[in-house]
Structure formats: C-alpha cells, structure tokens
C-alpha cells in the first residue's frame, strides 16, 4: 500500500507518495513546464513531463494526468 498526498494551486503541484512503513518517499513537484522528483539521499531530477520522469526514476508507469480524477474518484 502507499500513501498520497496532493497539494496543488492553479496548475502548480507537489505529490508526495509514500509507501508501506515510511520505506520510500518521493516528492513530485510539477507545472505545466517542468517537473521535479526528488527522492531521499538523491539528487533531484527534472523533465518536461511527469509520466516519463517517474517512469525513468522509479520504473513505475503512473499515469499522472489522470491521478487528479481517480484521488477523486471521478470518470
């Protein structure tokens, strides 16, 4: 299990995921230019988008478009 949570202003946003028993963090932050991951004891990481920079980070397909509509549960 994991843990989210979304702050977000405008089109500006921080995603910090954590997962089972505080074993890994990472914090997302994002605009519609740029994204940065950090994580914990590395350095920090950017790209222009958010699904191939947590892909090349964590070998995780997470479809961050979309999470905004399933933390909310809408269609």
Do not use: M
């Amino acid at each position: 299990s994991a843990s989210i949570h979304w702050q977000q202003v405008k089109a500006h946003y921080v995603i910090q995921l954590h997962g089972p028993l505080g074993q890994k963090s990472l914090r997302i932050e994002g605009s519609p230019k740029l994204v940065t991951l950090k994580e914990k004891g590395k350095d920090p990481v950017s790209s222009s988008s958010a699904e191939s920079l947590f892909k090349r980070t964590t070998g995780w397909n997470l479809p961050l478009k979309q999470l905004d509509y399933w933390v909310r549960g809408l269609p």
